[in-house]
């Protein structure tokens, strides 16, 4: 959701772009040191490059600076537009707290569903450079200096036509994926959630939905 809405103000904001430099925040360097690509308040990097540490690494430090910037420096206020979107596309059960989807020690965690995350997807296939991102295996942002290794080991070759969507874990909610696959001009896209391992419960159990 913080990709889908970040895109949605970039396109109500014709003075940004993908190139527009973005001064890195106290805000960024302070979310949970896990999944993180170790942002320093003495950086400016280009927008697309936070994007693309949020889509292919799942950095949660990237997502925080995305949605403040995007957000107008207001987080909250960005938070308020993620729950206003799901609410528009009917996302059942579903409810943000943050923009990296941690869980947060008073409001608890952000909940969605399987359907709501399938909704949602569908609506990323709307963005080429969203896609471009989650069919990368691997690339560097810093000049060579951070790789960026996607954490959805599905994608293709890997698994014939997976070319994305996205990867997510908390405690609570286990290894999740939502997923695209296109096969012989057919797309098909999905969500699972709840399994205690990526390697040995939940990418099995896409590949044998997929091939299904």
Known sequence: ???LVAFEELDAHPEWSLDTPVKITTGATKVARTGIIWLDTRETMPLVDLLKALTIKSANDAAYQVAEFTGGGDIHAFIAKMNAKAAELKMPGTRFISPHGLPDKVRGNSLSSAEGMTILGEHLLEYPDVMSWTTTQQTHIRDGRTELTNTNRLVNPRWPGVDGLKTGYTR???????????????R????VTGFRSANRGRDPFV??????
């Open 172 to 186: 609570d909610a286990g290894f999740c994926l939502t997923f695209t696959c296109e096969r012989n001009g057919r």
């Open 207 to 212: 590949r044998k939905l997929i091939d299904w």
């Open 1 to 3: 959701m913080t990709l």
């Open 188 to 191: 098909l896209l999905g969500c």
